[in-house]
């Protein structure tokens, strides 16, 4: 991915200066990727939920201000946006599927390096959100940090690029995030 993160930055401005090439160029890098990427991290859901990563990037490409990547700035921009917009989506098929169970109980959730996906039970996908909001409040970067990994799928090594910090930082932030979301959680470690 570093090899296009001089190319992607650059059309992703260009695109925002009103280059329509640029912008299809950045279109097609950006939708493959985060396509890969929902691929990766979706595979682990054994094929349980319904949320393909099709629909999952479709969806947060919606939500990427309509399809439209001119607001964009650089790649930082666009995967603090897409991890949004994935986080989002994950959150809001999750109620979807709580409205069409109509209640249940509190289960507990269990929190690890994988994605939050579709096989998830709507109400744990829905504690992590509320959990991950809390953290938000209070350390921004740690969410944002979290976020690129559990719903965006990135890697340390990427996270480390993008925040320009080295791996061993992120390693850290991620298990001091994953702590924090299990105590307010109410997991055990």
């Keep these: 991915m570093s090899d296009q993160a001089a190319p992607l930055t650059h059309w992703l401005r260009a695109a925002g200066g009103g280059d329509d090439g640029a912008g299809q160029r950045a279109y097609s ?65 999750a109620r979807e599927r709580l409205a069409e169970k109509r209640g249940g109980g509190l289960l507990r959730t269990q929190l690890d390096e994988g994605f939050v996906d579709s096989a998830l039970d709507p109400q744990q996908v829905l504690a992590i959100e509320q959990a991950l909001s809390a953290l938000d409040q209070q350390d921004p970067e740690l969410a944002e940090t979290f976020s690129w990994r559990v719903f965006a799928g990135l890697s340390a090594t990427q996270i480390a690029e993008l925040r320009g910090v080295t791996e061993r930082t992120v390693q850290r932030d991620l298990t001091f995030a994953r702590n924090y979301l299990r105590l307010a959680l109410g997991e055990s470690s």
Aim: glycine residues 10%; hydrophobic residues 40%; proline residues 2%.
């Design 29 to 93: 890098v950006v939708y493959s990727e985060l396509r890969r990427l929902a691929a990766r991290q979706l595979s682990g859901s054994g094929g349980h939920g319904t949320l393909t990563p099709t629909a999952l990037v479709n969806e947060a490409f919606l939500k990427l201000s309509g399809g439209s990547l001119v607001n964009l700035n650089d790649r930082k921009h666009f995967f603090n946006l897409a991890a949004r917009a994935m986080r989002q989506t994950v959150i809001d098929y």
